[in-house]
């Protein structure tokens, strides 16, 4: 290894703790075993991590990009890959098309259907709008552009309907309500539409939702702050390394910034500190007592997904031994 | 050109309107010509626009990470690099000190004079806290910290101290204000350290900072939604090409989100339309009349900095035409 200890890390560095990573997966499966799971890797964009999945025996993900699909099937786990997002564009169509992998696409309108069709896509799920302002049709719609894309020669598999407006939710009691009344309007547009397949959930819903045939989880492997409220049996397993670089008598700033977090869900934590703020490359942070330029801090990301897609590359630590480096090869378009 | 055109582009895609870019570069070298600017270029993180602005007259640039003085050296840009940041990394500094390239550091402790003699730095300035809470040492300890630099056998060109808590005022008086109290406490720092280099500003204290010898503008370059706010002679030059994947009743959605936008500043703008919220990949809006499942949309990032951060390059257009695809090279650490 180039760098054997954390401390030998050039800072700022993402790392994660292969310890919880393989707890988060372990306690994920057997809740979740099997096809049950259908993880989402836009959470890690990475395939060694996928590939860690795999061997616990979910040899079905979940994506939100073509490159993500591409990079999953070359990387020997397209068993079963859905794109879990509409795609219009007839270049990426045509290569997911004509990978060595099964791809299933969300269709949710006669343009994505017609998209689908036209560039040789076997296999879709009608996408359903089950409360989440985003893709998805009506359920009045869905049979209708169920028969449509059988009409088109697709094979039509279910049914697909994100409850994404509730996974976030900190109290389990609402969560769950909010998780039975998005999944009973899937339940009417799979009525409709046919298909072994109910595709649906989130890390904030695997052990709630209980109409999905599988869950699309993807932050339960590498965990966020914002996740960490709910109280989930999920440990945090990312963290941004960073120095300590300036010390005032207020106040410290350490040398990772908007520039290696996703800030969407707010600022990152800093066990045992107050975080001020960051800017481009720094966080300001107050502690008592206060560290020593030149110290590390560890920040925990408030939101995992867009974190991950900020990094070339992930640092794997048992304790302070650095044993592994992971490209996070999914991220782009 | 692998992609001819605009909506050849696939989306996400970073894009980069030329004539707003060089427009821009020729109001700033107006009022700062030559060595008055010293371009930062952690805006932009791009090796190409900074060539730009280079024949423009700016010959001396300013970074935040060692990546981009390296990156700048090896882009023959190297005449005179300032590191306005604070770095204890022995194997950075080590680098750095080896370029060929001239190169200078911020200091701003015992620590960090220490880690840049060791290295063989040869050239710092001494940061200035004045009044930003991030990097900088007290204006009483200036002058102890410049005779101890000199004493370790570096060369103290003068002081830095970014008024970064007053670049993003709204208002210009209150801005202009803010930049002179800010700045009467460099100079007092200035008076103890000596030296030819009072380094500050930004984009937002550009004409109005009149002590700095030269000023870290980055940002009026490319330009963000905050930026614009200022009624400044900058045109937003960069945006988020996007393709509407979804159309409801209420709202549509596009195929760029959080990993496409720096958004500690808040949404993104698409001009005519009114953003609901970001998530992963997707942006959703609503717009009269609502688009078109196919069509193109372009989001203007509220900060540009992180946003150009996320991408592995920026295809420039010329009116719809593609004429140029730039690498993002200096991102990263």
């Known amino acids: 290894m180039e760098f054997e200890n954390r401390n030998d890390l050039p800072t700022p560095a993402l790392v994660l703790d292969v310890e919880a990573l393989d707890a988060n997966l372990a306690a994920m499966s057997e809740v979740l075993p099997g096809d049950r799971l259908r993880p989402h890797v836009k959470a890690h964009k990475c395939t060694r991590i996928a590939a860690l999945q795999a061997v616990r025996g979910h040899r079905g993900f979940t994506c939100a990009t073509a490159r993500e699909v591409i990079g999953m099937a070359k990387a020997s786990l397209g068993d079963d890959l859905l794109l879990a997002n509409e795609i219009v564009d007839p270049r990426r169509l045509d290569a997911l098309a004509s990978l060595d992998a099964r791809v299933t696409v969300a269709v949710d309108s006669v343009e994505t259907i017609e998209a689908a069709a036209t560039a040789g896509i076997a296999e879709v799920l009608i996408d359903i709008d089950v409360g989440l302002p985003r893709c998805g049709c009506a359920v009045a719609e869905a049979g209708a552009l169920a028969d449509r894309a059988r009409q088109r020669g697709l094979s039509v598999r279910g049914v697909m309907g994100y409850e ?48 999905a045939t599988e869950i699309q989880a993807g932050s339960y492997a590498v965990m966020d702050t914002a996740y960490a409220k709910q109280g989930l049996p999920f440990r945090q397993a990312i963290a941004i390394e960073a120095t300590v670089i300036s010390v005032s008598k207020r106040h410290a700033v350490c040398d990772a910034g908007l520039k290696t977090l996703g800030m969407d869900h707010g600022d990152p934590r800093i066990p045992g500190a107050t975080v001020w703020y960051c800017s481009d490359e720094h966080t300001c942070f107050a502690a008592d007592p206060m560290p020593k330029v030149g110290n590390r801090v560890r920040l925990l990301p408030a939101h995992c997904d867009p974190t991950m897609a900020y990094h ?22």
Do not use: P, Y
């Open 312 to 333: 070339e590359r992930v640092f794997c630590l048992e304790g302070e031994r650095v044993v592994d480096v992971l490209e996070i090869d999914l991220r782009g378009w």
């Open 164 to 211: 994404g407006h509730v996974v976030g939710l900190e109290d389990r009691v609402k969560r769950s309500e909010g998780c039975a009344t998005a999944m009973q309007i899937l339940a009417r547009a799979h009525a409709d539409v046919g298909g072994d397949v109910i595709s649906a959930g989130g890390t904030g819903t695997f052990d709630c939702n209980s109409l």
